[in-house]
Each structure stands twice: as structure tokens, then as C-alpha cells.
């Protein structure tokens, strides 16, 4: 049986589809067996992981690809107008044109609209779906202020999608669809997050991410240096429902023998500051001091389980303290370095206990380290996995830490808190945000507007109109003033208006 469509739902899931038709039943047959579309999410904006959409399509042309506000959804768009005594808010989830501007752009134009979701469909009728899933919808700069989750599909699904809302809109009848984030279930989460000492959006990130990966990695209550969540009533036991395993990007092309290790050719990154003081070389030091720090202070839960190290409290703050106290620039206090780097370690109990093991390392295994680094690589540094599966969305803690949670086949205490502390569902918040404006805001606006225009008419009129009487009156009495004394002169003067 089909939802009914004047609905909202927000309901649980394994499937890893993102886009499941639900009506009509014409287009759920087009996508046989299970009416389901695949598509490339977003790498901005919220997707709802662990969550579900379920709305309706809209999908209104536009002569700019849906790059400027030249298309509206009206009131009516977002509104049941069925007996109820109040109008119930529904999903809405607005198909817009790829082409002639940035993602961000479209998504962003449609959410001031009041969507809730966005389907990109692309410009490119060649494209199969299982090459559109391998395009990156990238961020333009400006992907901030977008807060609501989109999807790209192909072509040819975008356009049975986009004709099936314009035929149920045209006969009054709603296409309904349901949007899935799902990640790859397990009992115990395993994180791989692909950094560089070098960059300092990583270390903004796992500074803001800490107090969540505390939480979720088992750090005990008394050792955490980020904010503590529990649940209420009672704390809950330190027990560890998360790998995180950072890796460093290292790569084998061949750069500057500046930015390589022991300069030469075969473990490289890229030079942090461009023609600033540090090199590629410092940054590679830098990360050998880092792994060696991962190596001997993560916890494991037995000797069977060396070699693959698990969680790391020291680790994470140290990365927040070496970038707070080493800087990649001079005149800022304590430069980027080993010197600065030791100190740093030395204020932190654990890396000061294994300090000389940690020296130890840096000078006996660092071939070996960077070695693994290059034999598991990704598509770049913040690149990020959940269960070997690939996170796509912002890279910021709350996404993050939502998509995390939705890898657990039910919801540990820790999520549930943190969901709290995140203000509830994201599906609620963004259900909760109304168009930029409505039918009857623009009509109001439009009403005020005219008023005012007309009021500083009629200012304008009677103002223009005084100041022309006084200007004839003062000209004619200058006439006079002519015609009685300065006939004389033989001079003729007159009134010009223009």
C-alpha cells in the first residue's frame, strides 16, 4: 500500500538506496523491481544519515538552470490542504537543472524557496547512473550556508522524475518519493580519517570533532579534555563503540626533493605555506612524529591486537595543542617543528612517559610507516570512511558524528545524548524551516511597497509643486521689477523649465 501523500515520516531502514519511488505507480514500475534510484550526495550540506525523507516532488522550469530567482513554489508547494484545523507541513523535494552555476548556488536557491531536499539532474544524456555516482558534488566555498541535503542523478532518471511531478501537479495528484543516508551497519564503527599535519582544516576539525570521538572511543570520564556526555541519571561505562584510525597522505609523485623525506623522490606532500619557511619535508617529520605518538599511546584491548591500534585520547590532544602552540608562519610564537613538537609532548602525560620510545620510532621506523601510508590511500587529505564506506557531506562534527551513529544496528546511549545536544533529528530542524517567503508575505510586502511609493509620490508632488509656484512667483515679480526699471537696458528675461 503507498503512504499517503499528504504525509511526513521519518522511519528506519537498512536499505542503502538513496532515492525510492513511492508513487505513482507508473514511475515505480519504470524503476523496476523496487523503484529504486541511485545518485552522487552532496559534499555540502546535512545529509539526514541514519534518517529518511519521505515528500513530495516539485519541479518548476527555469530559464537559468535554476541559477537565479527567476522560478517560485508557491505557498500551496508546502502546505496539506486537507480538513484539518491546521495546515500540516510535508516534505518538499525540489528537482532543479544542472548547468550555467555552482551546486552550491542551486541548492541554496531552492532551500531560500523553503525546499527541504534537492535532486540535481544532469546536463549530460551519455552518463550512466554508475558513472553519475562517481562525479563529487562539490562545495564552491559558500557550501556553509546550505543546510539541507541534496543528491545529483543522471539524466535520464532525472527527467522521468521531473515529468512525473509536472503530470501529478497537472492533475492535482502528488509524486512522492523517499530519500535514504544509510551507512554500512556494524556492531563496532571503525573510522579511517586521512589527515596531514600540514593542514589546518584537518587539525579544526578533529579539535571541534574530539569531545564526540571521546565519547564514542571509550575514554574515560576523568581523562577527557572536551565536553563529557552522559546519559541521564547515570554515567555511562567507558566501552569503546569506535575504531579511529587516522592515516597520513602521502604521495609518491614526484615533487620538489624539498617537500620529500630525507629529500629524495619517494614519500612526498605537498609545501603547507608556498614560499613561507616550512617545507614538505617538515610536514613529513611532523606526521612520522604523529604516527609514532598513534602507535604507542592508542589502547588496545590485547597483545593479539598490536598492529592495529584503536583509539587514541593523547593523540587527539596533542593535535589540538601542536596547533594551537606551533604555528606555519613567523611572528605568531613557536614555529613548526621538533622543537615545538617535543615540548608539546611533554606536557602531555602518556606522550611524555613514551617520549624517548616515541624518538625511538621516528628514527627506526619511518620507512616502514610511510610505506603503509602510500599502500592505503584515499582520494585526499580530509578524506573520511565509515565501515570501508565513503563519507560524503560536510566535514563537520555533527555531520560526521549523525553518520557514525547511523552505522550501529540500533542506538547507543552515547548517540542518543549527542543527538540531544545537537538539537534532536536534523530531519526536524530542516522540517522546521519555512520558505524565505510566502504567497502572502510577498503579497504583503508588495502592498507595503506600494504604499510607500506612493506616499513619497504625493511628498514628492506637493513639495515640487510649492517650490514651482514660489520659483513663477518670484520670476514674475522680477519681471515686473524689469519691465518698470530696467527698460533702459534694452534686456528681455524669461522663465526655462527645461
Given at each position: 500500500?503507498?503512504?499517503?501523500?499528504?504525509?511526513?515520516?521519518?522511519v528506519?531502514?537498512?536499505?542503502?538506496?538513496?532515492?525510492?519511488?513511492?508513487?505513482?505507480?507508473?514511475?515505480?514500475?519504470?524503476?523496476?523491481p523496487d523503484g529504486k534510484v541511485q545518485g552522487s550526495t552532496a559534499t555540502f550540506g546535512a545529509p539526514l544519515y541514519g534518517e529518511v525523507v519521505q515528500g513530495r516532488l516539485i519541479y518548476v522550469p527555469s530559464a537559468s538552470h535554476?541559477?537565479?530567482?527567476?522560478?517560485?513554489?508557491?505557498?500551496?508547494?508546502?502546505?496539506?490542504e486537507s480538513e484539518v484545523e491546521e495546515k500540516t507541513l510535508v516534505a518538499s523535494v525540489v528537482i532543479v537543472d544542472r548547468g550555467s552555476c555552482t551546486f552550491v548556488?542551486?541548492?541554496?536557491?531552492?532551500?531560500?524557496?523553503?525546499?527541504?531536499?534537492?535532486?540535481?539532474?544532469?546536463?549530460?544524456?551519455?552518463?550512466?547512473?554508475a558513472e553519475i555516482q562517481q562525479v563529487i558534488m562539490g562545495d564552491d566555498g559558500w557550501g556553509n550556508e546550505v543546510t539541507i541535503p541534496s543528491i545529483l542523478v543522471s539524466y535520464q532518471d532525472g527527467r522521468q522524475l521531473q515529468e512525473a511531478a509536472q503530470d501529478q501537479r497537472d492533475n492535482n495528484r502528488d509524486a512522492m518519493i523517499k530519500l535514504e543516508w544509510d551507512v554500512p551497519q556494524s556492531h563496532d564503527a571503525v573510522v579511517d580519517f586521512w589527515t596531514s599535519s600540514g593542514s589546518r582544516e584537518a587539525a579544526a576539525f578533529l579539535t571541534a570533532f574530539r569531545p564526540f570521538a571521546e565519547s564514542l572511543g571509550g575514554v574515560p570520564?576523568?581523562?577527557?579534555?572536551?565536553?563529557?556526555?552522559?546519559?541521564?541519571?547515570?554515567?555511562?561505562?567507558?566501552?569503546?563503540r569506535m575504531d579511529f584510525i587516522p592515516h597520513y597522505y602521502i604521495s609518491k609523485i614526484p615533487q620538489s626533493t624539498a617537500n620529500c623525506y630525507k629529500n629524495e623522490e619517494?614519500?612526498?606532500?605537498?609545501?603547507?605555506?608556498?614560499?613561507?619557511?616550512?617545507?614538505?619535508?617538515?610536514?613529513?617529520?611532523?606526521?612520522l612524529r604523529q604516527m609514532c605518538l598513534w602507535k604507542l599511546t592508542s589502547d588496545m584491548e590485547d597483545q593479539e591486537d598490536v598492529g592495529r591500534e584503536r583509539f587514541s585520547g593523547t593523540w587527539f590532544e596533542y593535535i589540538r595543542l601542536f596547533h594551537e602552540r606551533c604555528h606555519l608562519s613567523t611572528g605568531h610564537g613557536k614555529m613548526f617543528g621538533e622543537d615545538c613538537s617535543y615540548e608539546v609532548m611533554q606536557s602531555l602525560p602518556e606522550a611524555k612517559e613514551e617520549l624517548s620510545n616515541i624518538k625511538k620510532c621516528v628514527r627506526t621506523d619511518a620507512e616502514t610507516l610511510l610505506h603503509m601510508q602510500t599502500k592505503n590511500t584515499a582520494w585526499g587529505v580530509l578524506a573520511l570512511r565509515i565501515n570501508g564506506w565513503r563519507f560524503r557531506g560536510a566535514l563537520e562534527p555533527e555531520t560526521v558524528t549523525r553518520a557514525i551513529c547511523a552505522s550501529f544496528p540500533w542506538e547507543p546511549p552515547e548517540c542518543k545524548d549527542m543527538i540531544e545536544h545537537f538539537g534532536g533529528r536534523k530531519v526536524d530542524k530542516i522540517m522546521n524551516q519555512k520558505p524565505l517567503l510566502s504567497l502572502e508575505e510577498i503579497l504583503?510586502?508588495?502592498?507595503?511597497?506600494?504604499?510607500?511609493?506612493?506616499?513619497?509620490?504625493?511628498?514628492?508632488?506637493?513639495t515640487y509643486e510649492g517650490s514651482l509656484r514660489n520659483l513663477v512667483r518670484e520670476e514674475v515679480m522680477l519681471e515686473m521689477k524689469n519691465a518698470v526699471f530696467g527698460q533702459e537696458k534694452g534686456k528681455e528675461q524669461y522663465l526655462s523649465l527645461d
Open positions: 500500500m503507498v503512504p499517503s501523500p499528504r504525509l511526513f515520516a521519518l528506519a531502514s537498512l536499505s542503502l538506496a538513496q532515492i525510492t519511488v513511492l508513487s505513482p505507480q507508473s514511475l515505480v514500475k519504470h524503476f523496476a535554476h541559477c537565479k530567482d527567476d522560478y517560485t513554489l508557491w505557498a500551496d508547494e508546502f502546505y496539506d548556488t542551486k541548492v541554496k536557491l531552492a532551500q531560500e524557496h523553503g525546499a527541504h531536499a534537492v535532486i540535481v539532474v544532469d546536463n549530460d544524456s551519455t552518463k550512466s547512473t570520564l576523568d581523562q577527557r579534555g572536551g565536553n563529557v556526555f552522559f546519559s541521564k541519571g547515570k554515567q555511562n561505562k567507558e566501552k569503546r619517494k614519500y612526498c606532500v605537498e609545501d603547507p605555506d608556498g614560499t613561507g619557511p616550512i617545507t614538505g619535508r617538515d610536514v613529513i617529520d611532523e606526521d504583503l510586502i508588495g502592498l507595503g511597497c506600494a504604499v510607500v511609493v506612493t506616499a513619497i509620490l504625493c511628498v514628492y508632488r506637493c
